[in-house]
Every structure is written in C-alpha cells, then in structure tokens.
C-alpha cells in the first residue's frame, strides 16, 4: 500500500524556479531514506538527489548541484525538491521514490517539468 504522489510540476521560463511536492503513505515514513528521478523523453531515468530519514545527508546529482534543494517534513510525510535557474535541459517528468528493506523500488506517478520560453 506504498503511494506517492508528486505534484507542483508545470512550465517555466529559463531562469525560473519550481517547487515540487511528494506526499508518501503506506511507509514508515520518518525511517524512510527518500529519493528524487526524472526522466527526459527518449533518456534513461536519472537519479537527481536523496534526503536521509533525518535529514542530516543530503546528495545531489552534479547536474543540478548548487540549483536544487531537497528537504522534507516528517510529520507530514512531504518531500519537496525546491529548482532554481532552471535550464531546458531540465525538462523531464519527475518522480519521488522509496526503496523498502528488500530493495523493490516505489514510484509516484510523475510530475511534469518543463522549461521553456
């Protein structure tokens, strides 16, 4: 009964900024390592940054390093990724996920990014 779901995607200008939401259920959220992909049209899926459980480890792919910031709430079961100086390049669909303790994968169902003029 994992669920995620993304939100706060949409267009934006180059130079813009976004804030991308996912809400978790189904998890013990609070003991939860949680992870942001995206996903380009016609590209692999790409990690794009992770946030441990307290919030004390905080990575980022070298794409996007310096212009995103994860963070997340506990007591609401919400992780954000906040963009800025967004590029084109950017563009994807972005996903929020969890891996449990056997490893298997969770995802939302996606969020659209785009960055264009």
């Known amino acids: 009964q994992v669920q995620l779901v993304e939100s706060g995607g949409g267009l934006v200008q180059p130079g813009g900024s976004l804030r991308l939401s996912c809400a978790a259920s189904?998890?013990?959220?609070?003991?939860?390592?949680m992870r942001w992909y995206r996903q380009a049209e016609g590209k692999e899926r790409e990690w794009v940054a992770t946030?441990?459980?307290?919030?004390?480890?905080?990575l980022y792919a070298d794409s996007v390093k310096g212009r995103f910031t994860i963070s997340r709430d506990n007591a609401k079961n919400l992780v954000w990724l906040q963009m800025t100086s967004l590029k084109p390049e950017d563009t994807a669909v972005f996903y929020c996920?969890?891996?449990?303790?056997?490893?298997?994968?969770?995802w939302g169902q996606g969020t659209q990014v785009t960055v264009s003029s």
């Open positions: 189904g998890l013990v959220f609070s003991r939860s390592t």
């Open positions: 996920n969890y891996k449990d303790v056997f490893r298997k994968d969770y």
């Open positions: 946030v441990s459980e307290d919030s004390r480890a905080k």
